[in-house]
C-alpha cells in the first residue's frame, strides 16, 4: 500500500480496499487501456510477438507469484502445469469429434480453455499433496520431481505419441475461434492476451484481497501460527496449488493460439526457473511486480537479441573471427539471464516493484517526500 | 543372474561418483546452509576444464601421465573457481531467505551453462585417445567396464581424503565447528567466511572430478549436467546434512539407477533412467521426509 496524497480518506475498509481509489489512479488506468489498445497502430508485428509473449509469462508466472508470493509455497516445476494445459487444449481439439456448428460458432477454443485449466489444477494438486508433509528445501525437490516426471516422460513418451504424429502437434487453424472472432493474426493474438491477462489479474487480485488471501498471506508468514489461528494450513496450500496450475493450464491453453502448435521443448526447466526469476527480478508478492518483471526479462531478450543480430554484420566485416557469436545467441541469453537474478538478488532484493512504490510515493508526497533509504 | 549382478556392481561403481559429487554438495549445505542446484553445472565444468587440459597434454606424453596431470589441473582450477564463486556471488548472500539463495545458485548454473557452451559448443565431446582401454575386465565371470572400475578407485581415494580432511585436519575441525554451531565458532575465532570458501571450493573439486570420470564413461555433453542434477535424490535419500548419507544414498541410487535402465526399459520407453530417481525421491519424502541421517528440525512460533 502506498501513501495516498493529501486531501483523500477513507470511512470504512470497503472504501480503503478499492480497486481504483482516486481520481488519478482512475484517470492512469484508463490511459493504460487506451495504450494498449492502441499499441497494434504504433508498432510493427515483430513488438507485437514480443507483446503476447509478455502476457504468456505474465498468465505463466501469475501462479508461481501465487504459489511463492502469497502462499509461500516454493515451486521450482510450473512448465509442467503449463504443458499440461498445452497438451490438454492440443489433444481436445484433434480428438474429439466437435460438430460443425461447434468449430463454426467458434466454442471449442474456449471449453478447451476451461477444461485445460481445470486438468491442469487437478495435476498440481496432485504434486501439491505433499505440501501437507513437507516444506522449504523438500517441497522445491517435489515440484522438481512434477517437472522431471511430467515433461521428459509423461508428455514426451506417452501424451505426444498418441495419434502417432512425432512429438510436435500442430493444431488447425480454423480450430482456434472464440465465438465470431477467428484468433489468425497477430493483432488478434495480442488483443485476446491482453484481454486473458485482464481477467486473471482482476480474479488474482479479488483473490488476494479476500479472506482466501489472507489466509494464503498467513500461511506464507508463519505456517504454525496460522494453523493456531484457526486456519486450514493443508486445505489453504492445496487450493493454492489448485488455483496456481488453474492459472498455468490457461497460460498453456493461450499459448496454442499463438504458435499453433506445441512440441516438448518449450515446457522444459529453463521455464520454469525463468517464470521464478520473473517474479524475483519483480518483486515477491506484488501482481505489480510479476508484470515488471515479465516485461523486464522479455524485453532484455530482445534486445540482446537485437545487438547481437543487428552487429552481426558489422562484426563479421570487421572481426571475422568473431562470427561464432551469432550462432551462439541462446547461451548468451541464458548466461545474461543467470546473471541478472544474481545481480537483482544481491542488490535489489525487493524487485522492481518495490522502487515503482518508492517512486509512486515521492510525487504523492511531494514536496515533502521521504520514503525511505 | 548374470544382468542383474553386472547392473549391480556397475550400479555401485557409478554411484560412487554420484557419491563423490554429492559429498561436496552436504559439505556446502552443513557449513552455510546453502541449497546448491548448480550442482550439475559444476560437474560439466570440471569435464571441460579437464578434457581441455587433456588435449593439450596428450600431444606431448603418453596418456595416462597427461590425464593425471590434467585431473590434477582440474581439481586446482576447480579450487580457484569455487572461492571466486563463493566471494563474487554467495558472500553477499549470507543470512537472505531460502528462496533468494536457491534461486542464486540457480542464475550461477544459467551462467555456468551458457558460459560452457559459448566456450565448447553443445556437440557430444569423448576423450580421445581413449584413457581407459575399452575391452571390459571379467571379474568372477561378471563383465565390466574398466573406465567404471577406474573410476570407482579415483571416486573412493577422493572420498577418503575429503573425509579424512573434514575429520582430522585444522581446517575440517573449524568446518565442523561452523556445521554445528555457527555463533559458537564464531565466537571461538574461527572465521565462517574462510569455511564457506573451503566449502565452495571443495564443492568444485568434488564435483569436477566427477564430472571428469562421467565424461570418461559417456561422453562430455549437457547430459552430465543432468546427471550432477541426480545429486538432489542423492542427497534427500541420505539426509541432507549428513556425509554417510551422502556416500550411502550416492551408491543407492547408482543401483537404482542402473537396474531401472536394465528391467524398466522394456515397459517404459525411455527416459526411464533419468526419471527413476525422481520417483523414488518423491514417494521417500512421503514417508520420511528428513531421509536417513538427517537432522529433524523442530519449529517453534
Redesign the interface.
Known amino acids: 500500500m502506498s501513501y495516498l496524497p493529501c486531501g483523500y480518506y477513507f470511512e470504512d475498509y470497503a472504501d480503503d480496499q478499492k480497486w481504483w481509489r482516486t481520481r488519478f489512479i482512475k484517470g492512469k488506468m484508463i490511459l493504460m487501456v487506451v495504450l494498449l489498445a492502441i499499441l497494434p497502430l504504433l508498432v510493427d508485428s515483430q513488438w507485437l510477438s514480443v507483446a503476447y509473449t509478455i502476457n504468456y509469462y505474465i498468465l505463466a508466472a501469475l501462479g508461481v507469484q501465487l504459489l ?1 508470493g502469497y502462499c509461500g509455497q ?1 515451486t ?1 516445476g510450473h512448465a509442467a502445469f503449463v504443458a499440461v494445459g498445452g497438451y490438454t487444449t492440443a489433444l481436445m481439439m484433434l480428438n474429439v469429434p466437435w460438430p460443425q456448428s461447434m468449430i463454426d460458432g467458434g466454442l471449442v477454443y474456449p471449453i478447451c480453455i476451461i477444461c485445460a485449466g481445470f486438468l491442469a489444477a487437478i495435476w498440481s494438486v496432485l504434486f501439491g499433496l ?1 505440501s501437507a ?2 516444506k ?3 517441497l ?3 515440484t ?2 512434477a517437472q ?2 511430467t515433461v ?2 509423461v508428455i ?2 506417452y501424451v505426444a505419441q498418441i495419434g502417432g504424429r512425432g512429438q510436435a502437434f500442430s493444431i488447425p487453424t480454423e480450430m482456434i475461434k472464440i465465438g465470431p472472432f477467428s484468433i489468425d493474426s497477430d493483432t488478434k493474438i495480442y488483443y485476446f492476451s491482453v484481454i486473458l491477462v485482464a481477467v486473471c489479474l482482476v480474479a488474482m487480485g479479488n483473490m488476494v484481497r479476500s479472506k482466501l488471501g489472507r489466509a494464503w498471506i498467513a500461511i506464507r508468514d ?1 505456517d ?2 496460522a494453523e ?1 489461528m484457526g486456519v486450514n494450513i493443508v486445505g489453504y496450500k492445496l487450493l493454492a496449488f489448485f488455483v496456481a496450475g488453474f492459472f498455468a493450464g490457461i497460460a498453456g491453453a493461450f499459448y496454442i493460439s499463438a504458435l499453433f502448435f506445441v512440441s516438448p521443448e518449450h515446457y522444459e526447466w529453463f521455464f520454469s ?1 525463468l517464470w ?2 520473473i517474479i ?1 527480478i519483480g518483486g ?1 508478492g506484488s501482481i505489480q511486480g510479476l508484470v515488471f518483471g515479465s516485461i523486464f526479462v522479455v524485453m532484455v531478450f530482445k534486445l540482446l537479441e537485437i545487438a547481437v543480430m543487428g552487429s552481426s554484420d558489422l562484426l563479421m566485416a570487421s572481426y571475422p573471427q568473431l562470427g561464432w557469436m551469432t550462432t ?1 545467441i541462446i ?12 545481480f537483482f ?2 542488490y535489489e ?1 525487493n524487485g522492481l516493484s518495490y522502487r515503482y512504490w518508492q517512486l509512486k510515493n515521492y510525487f504523492n508526497l511531494w514536496p515533502f517526500s521521504y520514503t525511505g533509504k | 543372474m548374470d544382468l542383474f549382478l553386472q547392473l549391480f556392481i556397475t550400479g555401485i561403481m557409478l554411484g560412487s561418483i554420484f557419491a563423490l559429487v554429492a559429498l561436496g554438495w552436504v559439505l556446502i549445505y552443513k557449513c552455510s546452509g546453502v ?1 546448491n542446484l548448480a550442482m550439475g553445472e559444476l560437474t560439466m565444468i570440471g569435464g571441460y576444464v579437464c578434457l581441455g587440459l587433456y588435449q593439450r597434454f596428450v600431444t606431448t606424453m603418453p596418456i595416462e601421465y597427461a590425464f593425471l596431470l590434467a585431473l590434477i589441473g582440474t581439481i586446482f582450477v576447480g579450487l580457484f573457481l569455487g572461492l571466486l564463486t563463493e566471494r563474487i ?1 554467495l558472500r ?2 549470507i543470512g ?1 531467505p ?3 539463495v ?3 545458485t ?10 560452457v ?2 566456450i565448447w559448443d553443445t556437440d557430444t565431446q569423448v576423450f580421445l585417445p581413449r584413457v581407459f582401454p575399452i575391452e571390459p575386465a571379467v571379474i568372477a565371470g561378471v563383465a565390466i567396464g574398466q573406465v567404471y572400475i577406474w573410476s570407482f578407485v579415483a571416486a573412493l581415494i577422493l572420498m577418503v581424503i575429503f573425509v579424512s580432511f573434514f575429520k582430522y585436519t585444522r581446517w575440517g575441525l573449524s568446518m565442523q565447528a561452523c556445521a554445528d554451531d555457527e555463533m559458537a565458532a564464531l565466537s571461538l575465532g574461527v572465521s565462517a567466511k574462510f569455511v564457506y570458501a573451503l566449502a565452495w571450493a571443495i564443492a568444485f573439486m568434488a564435483a569436477g572430478v566427477g564430472g571428469t570420470l562421467l565424461g570418461n564413461i559417456n561422453g562430455l555433453n549437457y547430459s552430465v549436467s543432468l546427471l550432477g542434477l541426480l545429486v ?2 542423492v542427497v ?1 535419500f541420505g539426509g ?1 546434512n549428513s556425509i554417510p548419507g551422502a556416500i550411502v544414498g550416492g551408491i543407492t541410487i547408482g543401483i537404482l539407477q542402473n537396474l531401472s535402465g536394465g528391467y524398466l526399459d522394456r515397459f ?5 533412467k ?2 527413476a530417481p ?2 523414488f ?2 514417494i521417500f ?2 514417508f520420511k ?1 528428513y531421509g536417513l541421517w538427517g537432522w529433524e528440525r523442530i ?3
Open positions: 511463492i516454493i521450482l505433499p508433509r513437507v522449504g528445501f523438500y522445491i525437490m517435489t522438481m520431481a522431471w516426471i521428459p516422460l514426451t513418451q508463519n504454525i501460527a493456531t526457473l521464478v526469476g524475483l515477491v551462439k547461451f548468451f541469453k541464458e548466461a545474461a539471464f543467470g546473471l541478472a537474478i544474481i538478488l544481491i532484493p | 541449497l556471488f553477499k548472500m537472505e531460502i528462496l533468494a536457491i534461486m542464486v540457480v542464475g550461477l548454473s544459467f551462467f555456468f551453462k551458457g558460459m557452451f559459448i538432489l535424490p534427500v541432507l517404459f520407453p525411455g527416459g526411464i533419468e526419471i525422481f520417483v525421491m518423491v519424502l512421503l521426509p519449529e517453534r512460533v
